[in-house]
């Protein structure tokens, strides 16, 4: 079992719409999440950090749900420019310095 | 703002060469990472490093090893290429030591071993 698992899609929305993608980790003693968005043959960047209490930055919300160790993205209003594949990452305790573990990657793409 | 650049975007070897990647960062962080990704498997780490002259193992080390003799690069050696090592190598650096940082990352590069 991957330690990180994601749907890979590819989710195919209209513009404005509303979509949500999960993730679950194995782990349970991670201690650190976060989503990273990479564009087409681009390299990954940090979208957001997902705390415990939940956090919204503009149209991306993002959840932890700590019991049943999934992590949530939510996308409202979706943009042409939304299009990407969104990966799911998670710190693992313990494990020093070595941070962080990715996920596969759930590509978006947002259709006019 | 943050830069990681990579030595090369593209790069064709054959088997059995040795092959050098290099990574540089300006921000003067602690913690440098190579990556591989490939389609369906997400990035796996290879090695990385917390200070010069120090590197761990990460996920997926055979067939590879690392320098790092300043602070600011880190190369990544294939010691003889092999086919199944066609991928993107990606390299990141981070500031501090604790699993919350943010990973940079450098473009990329396309290896292709015939």
């Known amino acids: 079992r991957k330690e990180v698992e994601q749907d890979p899609g590819p989710f195919n929305v209209p513009e404005g719409a509303t979509v949500a993608f999960n993730c679950t980790y194995s782990?349970?003693?991670?201690?650190?999440f976060f989503w990273y968005r990479q564009d087409c043959r681009k390299e990954p960047k940090l979208l957001m950090s997902v705390y415990s209490s939940g956090n919204e930055d503009g149209r991306f919300t993002a959840q932890l749900n700590r019991a049943s160790q999934y992590i949530s993205l939510l996308i409202r209003d979706s943009k042409l420019s939304d299009s990407a594949t969104y990966l799911c990452v998670v710190g693992m305790r313990g494990t020093g310095r070595r941070a962080l573990t990715f996920g596969s990657g759930t590509r978006l793409q947002v259709q006019p | 703002d943050v830069k990681v650049t990579q030595s090369s975007r593209y790069l064709v070897k054959r088997t059995g060469e040795k092959v050098f990647l290099e990574c540089v960062q300006d921000?003067?962080?602690?913690?440098m990472f190579w990556y591989r990704q490939d389609p369906g498997l997400g990035l796996r780490l290879i090695y990385f490093s917390y200070d010069v002259k120090m590197k761990e193992k990460g996920d997926i080390p055979e067939g590879y090893s690392v320098s790092r003799e300043k602070k600011e690069r880190f190369s990544l050696i294939l010691e003889s290429a092999s086919t199944n090592q066609t991928s993107m190598y990606l390299c990141?650096?981070?500031?501090?030591?604790?699993?919350?940082?943010?990973?940079?990352f450098g473009p990329g590069t396309r290896l292709l071993v015939l």
């Open positions: 782990n349970s003693a991670s201690q650190s």
């Open positions: 921000m003067d962080h602690e913690n």
């Open positions: 990141a650096s981070s500031l501090g030591t604790g699993v919350e940082e943010t990973q940079y």
